[in-house]
């Protein structure tokens, strides 16, 4: 079946634009995860979500950033007003639910790039 | 909070050889560690998992091993092959009330022919 997918693959936007990354969930998956990961690190934990209901944004960066789900399958991570420092790979993961032995199956991630 | 480390960031060795991945973390509270893949261009794909209650896991050539009270997990790749050639992630989730999981940086594995 199919597997998480994101997208746009690729984003090159300017300093001071707002930015959407949609993430498209495996059918039936419960958890939807958003890391952000810097060349040459691992991913880094920015939210998370069950159903529709923001769990956990401890891992967002500032206020710049937000991220929804609003009918409990794709989700949007939103930044406004980018700054340089925001480049880096935006990665998006599900679960079936957030149990012990449910993974997280990653998708390709978006690589965004703030000129 | 949680930190987790990996050493090396970089590994090269030749085709058949054994080797092990290491992966420490600060607090020992963890409820479980993964161990993932990630290739160029991928997303990241699980290895194995082990749960706090358990020592190791195994998959085909993979085994990982995990010492909670000492904040250590290996991976452990019998008879390494070309396509294993990938950047190994480990991440722990701290509590079972978070999905959240805390990732090394990883060690880049190159095999050669």
């Known amino acids: 079946g199919a597997g998480v997918s994101q997208s746009p693959r690729y984003k090159v936007t300017k300093r001071g634009q707002d930015v959407a990354l949609r993430c498209d969930p495996i059918?039936?998956?419960?958890?939807l995860y958003w890391y952000r990961q810097a060349l040459g690190q691992g991913p880094e934990f920015l939210t998370y979500?069950?159903?529709?209901?923001?769990?956990?944004k401890s891992g967002l960066p500032n206020d710049r950033f937000s991220a929804e789900r609003p009918e409990g399958s794709i989700s949007t991570l939103t930044i406004q007003r980018t700054e340089q420092r925001d480049s880096a790979m935006y990665r998006c993961a599900s679960s079936f639910q957030q149990g012990a032995w449910d993974t997280q199956y990653f998708g390709p991630g978006t690589r965004l790039t703030v000129l | 909070k949680q930190e987790v480390t990996q050493i090396p960031a970089a590994l090269s060795v030749p085709e058949g050889e054994n080797l092990v991945l290491n992966c420490s973390f600060t607090d020992s509270a963890i409820y479980n560690l993964q161990w993932f893949r990630q290739d160029p261009g991928k997303g990241l794909t699980s290895l194995l998992l082990i749960q706090s209650s358990q020592r190791e896991q195994t998959s085909g050539r993979l085994n990982a091993s995990l010492d909670k009270s000492s904040g250590r997990s290996t991976l452990y790749i019998a008879a390494s092959q070309p396509g294993d050639s990938a950047t190994y992630l480990c991440?722990?989730?701290?509590?079972?009330?978070?999905?959240?999981?805390?990732f090394g940086q990883g060690t880049t594995l190159q095999v050669k022919p």
């Open positions: 059918s039936g998956h419960v958890s």
């Open positions: 991440a722990v989730r701290s509590s079972s009330n978070t999905g959240k999981l805390i």
């Open positions: 979500f069950n159903y529709e209901a923001q769990q956990d």
